[in-house]
């Protein structure tokens, strides 16, 4: 879904399910840090993935949010970042 990016490594649809509804989730792993406490922190690159992110959630309105995990093949450590659509 976003293998136009080569900062994405992959990119798959999650459903969350609670007594009270069911959410699909634009799970997208990628290669660069989440958080500008990070040490591999690339504001510019990051802006890259969330807008690519952003556009497949505006084509796919049944996508209800996307959560975003980075994977540091140098520094070894992952993080989690997540995004609520403005219609969850």
Known sequence: MLASSRLIKASWIAVEVTRER???????????AVSPLERNYDAGQYE????????????????DRASILSMHRDAGCTALFRETSAAA
């Open 22 to 32: 069911a959410e699909r989730v634009l799970v997208v792993e990628t290669y660069i």
């Open 48 to 63: 890259k993935v969330v807008g690519c992110v952003r556009q497949v959630l505006e084509t796919h309105p049944e996508i």
